[in-house]
């Protein structure tokens, strides 16, 4: 094991982090300099404390409380993994130049970085979309044979830039400078009890965030006060999505910073609008037209704008905000569509081009009467265009194709499905059985189950325009000719099938109209028959939720509602249906067995759990 050679740490600031011992005063013991290092003696600083450091030694400096069996237990799950600084070189020879002459790979690659940004942006009160940090990780050898790196954030400062200041700034306090511990076969257990053991012995959440570029989740501390390790700020990195225990490790770090975050949650509108008009504008399908269909290249700004017949200032903003969200990523020449970005073509598989102008089109409009909604009880909707959305698209065909093209985006919901026990008993079934999917719009859904199960027989109820469109889509499919389609509304559920599908139907209602719609399903559905709903619950425990978003969007846009698993199984009982059991879908859906109550009174096995 090698003993650490931490330097005295730098006197710390009130607004930031003492100096880490490597960039402020290398790893000899001699104390930091009055002047702030230059970036190349800060980066040479921080190779060294890589070099000659090894995980159990510093995370016993780090959390000087830490008993054997704690700290074996950490040991075990998390190795160090970088240190990090944050530099301003003033282009990309200059850093490559100074990577040379601190021993690192010059060509090392660089990725946007999006969780640094901003904090800039927050920390310096700027535009984030001004801010081109980038990271780079060139790999160190290490003293103990372990391979590890230093992770370098760039902000490029050209002479005379106006961001200056900046500079000078967190050169002096490195607020960005920290070590990281890299979290072995993360999920979501083992990373609420790193989290939870680092707070025990006394640090505080600094933030974090999810990087889509690389698919990481990172978890920010603040080291404790009697911290040895030379470092004020410690990240945990953790491979994959995991916002799921990043929230509540947010929530505390933001409850000490209220203002900064009121101030990002206010600009969630841009957001929304940002995407419509990367939509509108068609700019995926322009990044992508300059590409021959190996890996997407950056497209200049002003070969971007001459495409989508845009202002190049104006787009660049844009695009600039665009990156931050990970829709696209800045390049030196330009701009590269995001595998997320491309999720915005009219042609890509599971496009959501058209949920972004719904989004940000029509119902985005009627969120603006969202506080009379609350008061009078009147959709939001309804009090801008004078009738119910169901009725306003129904009379304007390009705004209801949009609206049935949008609901078809969701569709990866729909992935596990075809297997569900109730789908794949009917399929098996020596007869042949019928899948009725009741307001199933143009068939998404119907689709799938049909292209997965041959032997099964489809029948599709909707309204006149939308069958048509279905059919269509049906047809294309290959499974039109096992599909019956029937025009009409919820009193003319056909009778007889074997599986019964609400998808997505009964939040659009109020609780009276869902009994009358389960009432009429229970009435077409023999005493075999199963219903199976697909909807978002909303949680029992208050956690954050995609249905809770969603309830506010029905609320002021439909009239409708999301529920919780136990209100659904009052609605089912008051239709003389029972809940067997629930299940979870794909962004953030649930699916919902039901049957007959004597079907289930008098079974004598216990039903598929749904």
């Known amino acids: ?251 505390d770090y933001q409850a000490r910073r209220p203002a900064e975050t009121l101030l990002r949650l206010m600009t969630g509108a841009w957001t929304t609008q940002a995407l419509a008009t990367c939509a509108q504008l068609r700019l995926p399908e322009a990044m992508d037209a300059r590409n021959d269909g190996g890996p997407r290249a950056a497209v200049g700004v002003d070969v971007l704008a001459r495409a989508v017949d845009a202002d190049p200032e104006n787009l660049a903003t844009l695009l600039r905000y665009l990156a931050m969200l990970g829709v696209v990523a800045a390049e030196p020449d330009g701009f590269r569509l995001t595998g997320l970005g491309a999720l915005l073509r009219a042609d890509s598989p599971g496009s959501m081009r058209s949920l972004a102008l719904m989004y940000g089109g029509a119902f985005y409009q009627s969120f603006a009467l969202l506080a009379s909604a609350v008061r009078t009880g009147r959709t939001g909707f309804e009090q801008l265009f004078g009738e119910n959305h169901f009725d306003y698209f129904a009379r304007r065909p390009a705004l209801a194709e949009r609206f049935d093209q949008s609901m078809a985006a969701s569709a990866r919901m729909f992935d596990p499905l075809p297997s569900h026990p109730v789908i794949a008993a009917a399929a098996s079934a020596p007869d042949r059985r019928t899948v009725v999917d009741v307001a199933g719009g143009t068939g998404e859904l119907l689709g799938r189950i049909l292209t997965a199960r041959p032997a099964l027989h489809g029948v599709l109820l909707e309204r006149p325009h939308v069958v048509e469109a279905a059919r269509r889509h049906l047809d294309t499919a290959g499974v039109g000719a096992r599909c019956t389609y029937r025009v009409g509304d919820f009193a003319d559920v056909p009778a007889g099938g074997d599986v019964y599908v609400l998808s997505r139907v009964l939040h659009d209602w109020d609780d009276d109209r869902c009994l009358e719609i389960l009432r009429a399903c229970a009435r077409a559905m023999p005493a075999h028959a199963d219903l199976l709903v697909v909807e978002r619950l909303l949680p029992s425990d208050g956690s954050p939720s995609l249905a809770t978003a969603w309830d506010l969007h029905m609320m002021c846009n439909v009239g409708g509602r999301e529920r919780r698993a136990d209100h659904y199984a009052a609605l089912l009982d008051g239709a003389g249906l029972r809940l067997v059991g629930h299940s979870p879908l794909p962004l953030g859906a649930s699916v919902l067995h039901a049957r007959k109550a004597a079907a289930v009174a008098g079974a004598s096995e216990p039903s598929h759990r749904g």
Do not use: W
């Not at 930091?32 to 400096?61: E, G, I, W």
């Not at 090392?108 to 979309?129: I, K």
């Not at 954030?153 to 200041?165: A, H, I, Q, R, Y």
């Open 1 to 251: 094991m090698t003993t650490p050679t931490a330097a005295p740490s730098a006197p710390s600031t009130p607004t930031g982090p003492a100096a880490p011992t490597g960039p402020a005063g290398g790893s000899s013991g001699i104390p930091a300099t009055p002047h702030t290092p230059d970036d190349t003696d800060r980066l040479s600083a921080a190779v060294d404390f890589v070099r000659n450091q090894d995980t159990a030694t510093l995370l016993r400096l780090l959390l000087p409380g830490l008993d054997g069996l704690e700290l074996r237990a950490l040991a075990d799950r998390c190795r160090f993994a970088h240190a990090a600084l944050l530099v301003f070189p003033a282009d990309g020879t200059s850093l490559r130049r100074q990577f040379a002459a601190c021993g690192l790979d010059p060509d090392a690659v660089a990725q946007p970085s999006v969780v640094v940004r901003e904090r800039l942006a927050l920390r310096h009160r700027r535009d984030a979309a001004a801010l081109d940090v980038r990271i780079l990780r060139p790999e160190v050898h290490c003293a103990d044979g372990e391979r590890r790196v230093v992770e370098v954030f760039t902000l490029t400062l050209p002479p005379g830039s106006e961001l200056g200041d900046v500079a000078a700034h967190e050169r002096a306090r490195d607020h960005e400078a920290h070590i990281a511990f890299e979290v072995e076969r993360p999920d979501p257990l083992v990373l609420r009890g790193l989290c939870e053991t680092f707070a025990q012995h006394g640090a505080v959440a600094d933030g974090g965030g999810y990087n889509p570029h690389e698919d990481g989740t990172v978890f920010y501390f603040t080291a404790p006060a009697d911290s040895k390790a030379g470092y004020r700020r410690v990240e945990l990195y953790a491979s994959g999505d995991h916002r799921s225990v990043l929230t509540p490790h947010l929530a």
